[in-house]
């Protein structure tokens, strides 16, 4: 017996029955681990409300490894060990699908008309006269990524496969695996054979982030989202398919023994959420063409706002019985359409080739387009990131492109069509000196980016400052947009940030179109964002590099004030030494030497005494141990706010809520803790209450506050967040 065996005496079969009281058998014990830790799996990735930290999770991992290492016959397909394995496979081997994976009709027309067309079919199909009432549908996103079978047999995960052409696919049950989010048991059933159908996708952020490493590292970038979700799930090496984070949402079903599938897909999809699968709360049980109409729109609008791409709508009949009724054309269900969205790809001209400088100098080559309307707007211009990225798209001007808009990202220019390059083109290069300012270009050993070296001695940083500090999240200077901005640095009227507060109304009211009236506007909203002016506004304001509207307030919480530079007291931000920045929250080395080397030159400490001369200021405080974000009571807990309170601004309730340490949000999620509604609070409501996150009107607010403030736990808090 191997020394490390605590289960001596154990049949490592499970097949004994212990006598009560008697020490449990490893196979109990191994059970006991795999269903433990599947449970915080779920809670963790497919709830977000992990109840132990990771380091417990870690602990119960080892330990089940350690048994599974010590018997290899313990070691089940649903053992939560096996989602990573570290095989690389020489090829996947073909699966035929017990029931055929279909596709379905899509319908181009991207109007409302759309769905009209749908429901019309659908009731002559059922040949439902026009007095019979309206057919029930169920409409849900349109996942833009790659259809998996999932095979469970008596709840247990054991196989995975990709569509394929409709009838054999192939078996990717390894990389599938590694989709923390998918259940390896499911919840709640033992039947023989359920397949789950559905889309793997990778999430916006994920892909950004991903792009943004490979960028980083001179390697080559993914097209899209889905090409990098297809791309990892058909990865032989698990391993690297495992660092490629993929999302699932379920959206119907496959092969199905022994279990009584619900009679509506709703109820379907009721149920596989139950099971503990992922299934996107965005759906809803439409009633006729003008509910389907709705539900298209209301998401059209928000779909920039998704955390992932979809391409449009599907609209299923949501009862089966009928569905059944109306069978299909070909390989296709008369009884489901898929309803476009306009396309976030498209093909265009290149005609020419720009240089941006942004504010921190760094220099963008931009491919100026032949006009070309995709994801919902006309796009004349797409980034091109950097040299590197621009020469191994080998784009050159005159090339036809895919220019890729989706979500709030600025557009880009994904790839060249290859054999539609006209005559010959020389490569493009990188200017030597700032197309704006003339101050050479440099580029740092080891980074990818080229900056202009004349830091606010440019025109352009220095726009791009102005903007910054003047924008809404900053100092909120009303009516300072661009084109003033362009004349007012052009004409040399502002050089720094401080000669803002300086401009008199005669040199204002000279500016090309600007009327007397106006000059007087800005100037009174100079005079207004002196006033209204923060700690944490004005810092972000200052565009120091990395530090964002968070760690500003993190800054500022954490200081209290911003200091004199050379005070004797050495207190605040200003004069906080590399590892007192440290000990801030979220701070992190590159952030502290960011801001180190901000305030080490002297020019920029300037900026802050004479815009202080010019009376811009901010209430401070002490620091205090107490400032410590973590330590306040709310610390950790997400709140959004929607509609109107009946007495608190908006304003308010999020200060009153940041105060005491609570992140409030625009959106939300399954990360939301508490949804805070007032009078006509709309789709975020809705959105709560189908992710049952606790919903709080005003008074619960004040509660909430009141009862953190003491220390005690909120009443309602059945939310636990505080994973490791
Ligand atoms: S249902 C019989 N629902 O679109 C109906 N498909 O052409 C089978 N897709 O390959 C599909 N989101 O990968 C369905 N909510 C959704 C979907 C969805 C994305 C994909 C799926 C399929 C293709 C259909």
Not at 478 to 504: A, C, N, S, W
Request: glycine residues 8%; charged residues 25%; proline residues 6%.
């Amino acid at each position: 017996m191997p020394q490390d065996d605590l289960f001596a005496s154990a049949d490592a079969s499970g097949s004994a029955n212990p006598v009560p009281g008697s020490p449990t058998t490893v196979a109990d014990e191994a059970a006991r681990l795999r269903a433990l830790l599947n449970e915080h799996a779920h809670r963790y990735y497919v709830l977000d409300e992990p109840t132990i930290p990771d380091a417990e999770y870690d602990r119960l991992f080892q330990a089940l490894q350690a048994i599974e290492a010590a018997h290899p016959e313990l070691r089940t397909p649903d053992s939560p060990t096996q989602r990573v394995i570290g095989q690389v496979l020489d090829g996947f081997e073909p699966v035929r699908h017990a029931v055929p994976m279909l596709s379905i009709r899509t319908e181009t027309d991207t109007e409302a008309s759309g769905a009209v067309a749908f429901d019309a079919r659908v009731r002559r199909e059922l040949a439902l006269g026009e007095d019979a009432p309206s057919v029930e549908y169920a409409a849900e996103l349109k996942f833009d990524g790659l259809a998996i079978n999932l095979r469970y047999e008596n709840g247990v995960l054991v196989q995975a496969a990709t569509r394929g052409d409709g009838e054999t696919g192939e078996n990717v049950t390894q990389n599938i695996r590694t989709i923390g989010q998918i259940p390896l048991r499911l919840h709640g059933t033992h039947a023989p054979v359920i397949e789950v159908r559905g889309e793997v996708f990778m999430r916006r952020d994920a892909f950004e982030a991903l792009n943004e490493r490979q960028r980083e590292q001179g390697a080559k970038t993914f097209v899209n989202p889905r090409n990098a979700a297809a791309g990892a799930v058909r990865q032989l090496d698990p391993g690297i398919a495992a660092q490629r984070p993929l999302s699932f949402f379920a959206y119907g079903l496959g092969e199905v023994q022994g279990w009584d599938v619900p009679p509506t897909h709703s109820g379907v999809l009721d149920a596989l959420a139950a099971f503990g699968l992922p299934v996107c709360a965005e759906r809803c049980v439409a009633q006729g063409a003008e509910g389907l109409v709705a539900f298209h729109r209301d998401i059209g609008a928000r779909r920039d706002k998704l955390p992932f791409d979809i391409d449009g709508i599907v609209y299923k009949v949501n009862r089966r019985d009928l569905q059944e009724r109306l069978g299909f054309v070909t390989r296709e269900p008369r009884w489901a359409v898929a309803h476009k969205y306009p396309a976030q790809e498209q093909l265009t001209q290149v005609e020419g080739i720009d240089i941006q400088v942004g504010r921190t100098g760094k220099l963008t080559p931009v491919a100026r387009l032949k006009p070309v309307f995709v994801g919902g707007v006309t796009v004349t211009n797409a980034t091109l990131h950097n040299l590197f990225e621009l020469r191994r798209k080998r784009v050159r001007i005159g090339d036809t492109v895919i220019v890729r808009r989706a979500g709030d990202v600025i557009p880009e220019v994904v790839g060249v069509v290859p054999g539609e390059r006209p005559a010959y083109v020389p490569n493009f290069r990188m200017p030597r000196h700032c197309p704006i300012c003339g101050s050479t270009v440099v580029r740092e050993p080891g980074e990818v980016n080229h900056r202009c070296s004349g830091g606010l001695f440019c025109a352009a940083q220095r726009k791009q400052a102005l903007l910054h500090f003047a924008q809404r999240r900053a100092m909120d200077i009303e009516g300072l947009g661009e084109k003033l901005v362009d004349q007012l640095v052009d004409g040399d009227i502002v050089r720094t940030l401080p000669d803002l507060y300086k401009m008199g109304f005669a040199k204002l009211a000279e500016l090309d179109r600007m009327a007397e009236k106006s000059a007087q506007n800005l100037l009174d909203s100079l005079e207004k964002s002196k006033q209204k002016a923060t700690l944490p506004r004005f810092l972000f304001g200052l565009g120091i590099r990395h530090v964002g509207e968070t760690t500003a307030k993190d800054l500022a919480r954490h200081f209290g004030k911003m200091g004199h530079k050379g005070d004797e007291k050495n207190e605040g931000i200003m004069n906080a030494s590399y590892e007192q920045l440290l000990a801030v929250r979220d701070v992190g080395p590159i952030v502290a030497q960011s801001i180190r080397t901000f305030f080490d030159q002297e020019h920029n400490c300037e900026v802050v005494e004479q815009l202080r001369a010019a009376g811009v200021s901010w209430p401070e405080h002490e620091p205090s141990a107490e400032a410590d974000a973590a330590t306040l009571p709310l610390y950790g807990k997400t709140v959004v706010l929607t509609g109107t309170l009946p007495t608190l601004a908006r304003e308010e309730a999020k200060a009153m809520l940041e105060a005491a340490g609570a992140k409030v949000a625009g959106s939300v999620s399954k990360k939301t803790h508490y949804v805070v509604a007032g009078a006509e609070a709309g789709s975020k409501l809705d959105k709560a209450q189908e992710l049952g996150i606790t919903i709080l009107d005003e008074q619960g607010l004040r509660d909430l506050l009141a009862s953190a403030a003491h220390g005690s736990a909120p009443a309602d808090a059945q939310v636990s967040g505080e994973g490791a």
